[in-house]
Each structure stands twice: as structure tokens, then as C-alpha cells.
């Protein structure tokens, strides 16, 4: 049988006889509903078709009734009912009773409208279910497992697989000081097995470290009440923690305490030497359970992790901070590397490489293994829902990769991590003057200059002096080291400011054709910092004797500038003001042999940069000459030195 064109259930020589009743309650239909929806136009070209086929029949076209049925629908359907979107559709109109209400599947159903009142007190259940999702002491939702954050495993007496996962991931993120993740993987697994003690223990180290005294003291007085179901390695750690903080009876004052929990932790070594969570808390209570590296009386401990261990998180994630803190940073370059073994799904790894390599001019991988960290950072605050607000680590990760990127040349780069510090509201406002600077994005930098103006004035003083005499506003760059004098005077002690006042006035000295006090006073600046550890740090020790060869060339102190110069490279083998330095001076002087060497420094120091960066670069630097006052000098006594 064929199918009616436009009814395909009805058969195509039904004769269609609508009543008044059935042709009004059909434009209805189309009235009531939401305008412009599917639903309401599919009901109206129903209803035409419908008509249509009725009033154009043998004697439709002749019945009153017919014609009336006609003009009463279409009056409904096209001007009666809302026809556009900004019209409220009848149904939602005050005084309703019922509306039909498209759901799933095309198929409608009719519902009585809530009242409006009615939604606070959803909004409100809402809120309170989400609150009763949340875990109970550490007031988060529950943790997943995430695979391949960290390899450090610990058995523990758990029966549940998953509960093993989460603790040993609590562990990871714990050795990576995320103390908010290693809490919410703890008492997730708590909360799958509550009577585990030993999961109590590591959720109150978490607590403990994150400041939550209350919390932590609430998880270990759980491990108490469950200590008789721990292992003997189990309880000998509980035990040991609960002493150390006070909470068995009979342990004395602090001092007593911390002996007692020693020699429990000593004997539990004694029997089970191999055991790394002890170890480790034997190391923690030997340097009072201090983190970043601990003190000398931690690393022995620490060392021996990693007999057991070669990639314990824990013990290459402290070594790699107690090298940088004694000042041997090249020694703990193999613990950095360590922890990202140790590690592969923790962004915290990828950046600790940086405290050591910054310093030890090893930067062919470290700009790539920051951008690692906070590639990873990205995805952890999407997969888990974290707000950066919430996460301690990403604004220093963020910097020391933007001043990787800066130092490297790689600009396109560090704009994007400039943007992203932006977004979250860090404020990194000295390395993004630095990069506006040496990218030569002086509209950038004076933008930075006014922002600076209303939060820190000496800073300010000492960007708006570089920006002007990079741009040859002398009278402005006077004020601006005037302004830093005032400073300085103000604030004697405040090394900072001195070496940032002595870099500038050094500088103005040159411009103003003073070169010889001028040099004098950043040599003698250089003499002052380039031992000390702290201003090298994130790869800035070259920085002032970068200044140095740059004034001592543009004011034709060749000989200071190649000391100058070569002192940068010394301190700094990525310095690519140097190499480029050391380059046109060894041109100048057709040493083509070490022009050549000095230019492949370069080359490989920028080689991550555009091209077109390092050739303006190179321009710049060719073309440092000196002004007419400095040829009228005597020259014989300019090669000033630091100290003469």
C-alpha cells in the first residue's frame, strides 16, 4: 500500500474531516509551545497540511464552517502566538497550569511550572549534595589514580588493589611538596579502607605539611585507634610519628620525644634495613623535619635511600636542594635528573633541574624540561579541576621557565608563558621587564614602567632608567637614578637597590662621556657579585658584566670589554651578549680564528631563536663606537680594570 506524501502512517485516500474542536486544539499545540522551536513549527505545518487537504476537498471549500475554522487557526498559529524569540511564549506567562515540555526523544509530557521561588532551594540541595561528595578532614572530592605519575611504590597491609594505588600516588605527590593532592589521595584511600592505620600515618604527613595541624593530628589519632591492625613495619612508623608529635604517653618534652622516636626508628632499621619510608623519616627527624634540601646531618640519610632506591623521589628530590644550598650545584645534577626518572607525571621534577643548571650554564635542555613542567601543571589543573589560585608551584614554575625562555632568545615563546602568568594574576614584573628589554619591545617596557609605578617605585626607578637610555632620553634616565639614589639612601642595607643604582649610574657615566668613572664603578660592582651565589642564581650572573663589556665597547675600552666580556662567557656559558662581543672584537682585530669560535658560541647559544633576533643582535653590537667626547679622551689611562 503506498504511504500518504505528507502522512506517511495514514493511507493516501483517507479523507480528512477535521472538527472546530480537533482544528483549534491542533493550532494550539503549535501555540503553546516554545517559539521558533522544531517541535511547534513541525505541529503548525501538521495542521496547514491537514486543513489544506480538508478545505480544498469535494465540500469543505463550501461549509461556513470550513472558512471559519480556517481564519480562527491561522490567527492563533501566526498572530496570536509568539512569533518571535524576545516574546515570552504563553506558557511561561504568570498563572499557567500546564505546558507540555519537549524531553529526550521527541517526545512531550506535561508538567506543572515551578514556581520561581523554587530555585534557591535547588541551588541549595545542590550545594549540599556536592558538599556531602567531598572528603570529610581534607574537604575536596575524591582522588583518581592517575598511572604514571610517579614509580615510587611502598606495600602497605591494605586488601584493595586501588587502595595501594592511591596511597603510593599520595606518596609521589607528597615527595613533590603537592600537599593538597598527596591529602586528597590519602583519604581517598582511607575512605575505601578506614581501617588501615598505616594510610592514617601518610595522611597526616600530608596535613602536617600543608599546615593543617588540626587535620593531621585528627588522621594520626585514626592510626592510633587502628595501630593493633598494622604490620610490625607499619606500627613501628606509626609509633615513631605519634612520639615525635607528643601524642604517646610517657615521651617527655620535644627534645625527649624526638630521642624516643630515633631509637624506635633505629631499631626498626636495624630489622628491616631495606625499609625506605623509614630511612626517610630517620633523615627527616635527623634535620627536625626540615624540607628544600634539610641540612648536612640529612644527606647521609638521604644517600642511603638510594642504595635501596636509585629513583626514591623523595631522597633525589632533597639532594638536588641540598647541592644547590652548600653551593656545589654541578654535584647535584645527577639527583635531578634523578627525581624526573623518579617522576615522569609530576611537574615539580621537570623544574628542579633548573635551580642547578641555571647556575651551571647548562641550558641546552633545561628551557625544554620547564616547558615540560608547566605543560604538565596545564593538564593536572584540567583533568583534576584546580584553579592556578590553588596551586603553590605553577607561579614559580611559570617565571623560571619564562626566564629560561627570555635567556635563550626563544621570545615568541615567553610571550605565550607571559600571557599565561597574566591569566592567573601573577605579577613577574622584573624578568618581563628584562625580556621587553632585551627583545627590544620598548612599548611593552613602558607599559611595565607605568604598572610598576603604582606597586614598587625603586623597581620602576630602575626599568624606567634602562628603558631610557636604551632609547637615548638621557634627562629622563638622570631622574630615574636620582631616584634610585634616594633610594639607596633611604635604604642602606638593601643590596639590590645598590647594585641596581650602580649598573645604571655606571651607565649614564659612559653615555655622558664619563666612561672612566663610569666602567670604574660597574667593574667594581662586578668584582662584588661575581663570587657571590645568590645574584647567579636563574641564570643572572652574567648580567652586569654583560653591561660592563657593552659600556667598555661603546666607549672604546677594547681591552676592558674583552675582560668584560670573557668574564660573561666564564660565568655563563649560554651568555650570548658575550660570545657576540667577543665575536666583533676578535673581528675588529682580524683574529678570524676565534671570531669564528666565538661566533658558533653564539650560534649555539641562540640556536632555539629567529635568525633575524641574532642578526639584529649582532648589529647592534657592531655597531657600539665611541662617542665624540670619548675619542677626545686620553685613552692611556682607560683601560680601567676592577679595583685600580
Known amino acids: 500500500m503506498k504511504t500518504h506524501p505528507i502522512f506517511p502512517n495514514s493511507s493516501p485516500n483517507m479523507v480528512f474531516r477535521p472538527t472546530v474542536k480537533g482544528l483549534i486544539a491542533t493550532a494550539w499545540m503549535g501555540y503553546s509551545h516554545k517559539p521558533g522551536s522544531d517541535t ?7 495542521f496547514l497540511a491537514q486543513f489544506l487537504l480538508q478545505f480544498w476537498g469535494k465540500t469543505a471549500w ?34 499557567a497550569i500546564a505546558t507540555q515540555t519537549d524531553v529526550p526523544g521527541g517526545i512531550t509530557q506535561t508538567a506543572k511550572e515551578k514556581p520561581a521561588k523554587e530555585e534557591p532551594a535547588k541551588k541549595e540541595k545542590e550545594a549540599k549534595e556536592s558538599k556531602q561528595s567531598k572528603l570529610e578532614l581534607c574537604e575536596l572530592a575524591p ?14 597491609s591494605c586488601k584493595n588493589p586501588e587502595t595501594q594505588k ?71 612508623l606509626i609509633r615513631a610519628l605519634l612520639q615525635e608529635k607528643g601524642m604517646e604517653a610517657g615521651v617527655g618534652d620535644q627534645d625527649a620525644r624526638k630521642k624516643v622516636a630515633i631509637a624506635t626508628l633505629d631499631e626498626l632499621i636495624a630489622e628491616f634495613p631495606s625499609d625506605q619510608e623509614a630511612w626517610w623519616m630517620r633523615g627527616q627527624l635527623a634535620g627536625n623535619f626540615a624540607l628544600f634540601g634539610g641540612n648536612k646531618s640529612t644527606a647521609p640519610f638521604y644517600h642511603a635511600i638510594l642504595r635501596i632506591n636509585p629513583v626514591h623521589p623523595g631522597a633525589n ?53 620547564s616547558s615540560r613542567a608547566v605543560e604538565l601543571q596545564k593538564e593536572y589543573h584540567k583533568n583534576v579541576g584546580v584553579e592556578p589560585k590553588d596551586d603553590h608551584q605553577y607561579s614559580h614554575h611559570l617565571e ?13 615563546e615567553a610571550r605565550v608563558i607571559m600571557e599565561d602568568a597574566r591569566k592567573a594574576k601573577y605579577e613577574h614584573f622584573l624578568p618581563w621587564v628584562r625580556f621587553a628589554l632585551v627583545s627590544r619591545d620598548f612599548d611593552l617596557a613602558t607599559k611595565l614602567v607605568a604598572e610598576l609605578r603604582k606597586k614598587d617605585k625603586n623597581m620602576a626607578a630602575y626599568a624606567g632608567a634602562w628603558l631610557a637610555l636604551e632609547q637615548g632620553r638621557f634627562e629622563d634616565a638622570l631622574a630615574e637614578v636620582e631616584a634610585l639614589r634616594q633610594a639607596v639612601a633611604s635604604n642602606p642595607k638593601d643590596t639590590k637597590l645598590s647594585l641596581w ?13 664619563d666612561s672612566i668613572p663610569g666602567l670604574e664603578l660597574i667593574g667594581r660592582t662586578v668584582q662584588k657579585t661575581k663570587d657571590d651565589f645568590s645574584h647567579h642564581s636563574w641564570g643572572l650572573g652574567a648580567t652586569l658584566m654583560e653591561r660592563w663589556g657593552l659600556c667598555a665597547m661603546a666607549t672604546g675600552k677594547t681591552a676592558v670589554a674583552e675582560e668584560a ?34 661566533g658558533a658560541l653564539a650560534d649555539k647559544a641562540w640556536q632555539r631563536a629567529q635568525p633575524s633576533d641574532l642578526a639584529e643582535l649582532r648589529r647592534r653590537i657592531a655597531g657600539l663606537k665611541p662617542e665624540t667626547r670619548a675619542q677626545r679622551e686620553d685613552t692611556t689611562g682607560a683601560q680601567t680594570t676592577p679595583g685600580e
Not at 643604582?501 to 662621556?513: A, D, I, P
Open 400 to 412: 623560571i621557565l619564562f626566564i629560561s625562555l627570555t635567556h635563550d632568545g626563544r621570545f615568541a
Open 40 to 46: 511547534m513549527r513541525k505541529h503548525q505545518s501538521q
Open 317 to 369: 628530590h632533597e639532594l638536588t636542594h641540598f647541592y644547590e644550598q652548600i653551593r656545589r650545584p654541578a654535584l647535584g645534577m645527577p639527583y635531578a635528573n634523578g627525581y624526573i626518572e623518579s617522576s615522569p607525571g609530576l611537574p615539580h621534577a621537570f623544574h628542579m633541574q633548573a635551580h642547578l643548571a641555571t647556575r651551571i650554564g647548562r641550558w641546552d635542555k633545561t628551557g625544554d624540561r
Open 565 to 598: 666580556f670573557l668574564e660573561a662567557v666564564a660565568h655563563d656559558p649560554g651568555s650570548v651578549v658575550g660570545a657576540v662581543g667577543l665575536e666583533e672584537l676578535c673581528r675588529r682585530q682580524g683574529r678570524t680564528e676565534e671570531m669564528n669560535r666565538y
Open 501 to 513: 643604582l650602580n649598573e645604571m649610574q655606571g651607565w649614564l657615566y659612559c653615555v655622558q662621556g
Open 62 to 95: 463550501k461549509s461556513y464552517l470550513g472558512v471559519f475554522s480556517l481564519c480562527s487557526t491561522l490567527f492563533l498559529i501566526f498572530v496570536a502566538s509568539p512569533a518571535s524569540e524576545g516574546a515570552p511564549p504563553r506558557r511561561n506567562r504568570p498563572g
Open 166 to 236: 592511591l596511597f603510593n600516588q599520595g606518596l609521589g605527590y607528597l615527595y613533590s611538596y603537592v600537599w593538597m593532592e598527596a591529602a586528597r589521595s590519602m583519604e581517598t584511600a582511607a575512605k575505601l579502607e578506614p581501617d588501615c592505620p598505616i594510610i592514617w600515618w601518610g595522611l597526616a604527613r600530608a596535613f602536617h605539611h600543608w599546615g593543617k595541624n588540626a587535620q593531621a593530628n585528627k588522621a594520626l589519632t585514626k592510626a592510633k585507634e587502628a595501630l593493633d591492625k598494622a604490620s610490625p613495619k607499619e606500627k613501628a
Open 143 to 156: 582522588a583518581k589514580y592517575w598511572p604514571g605519575l610517579c614509580l615510587y611504590e611502598y606495600p602497605i
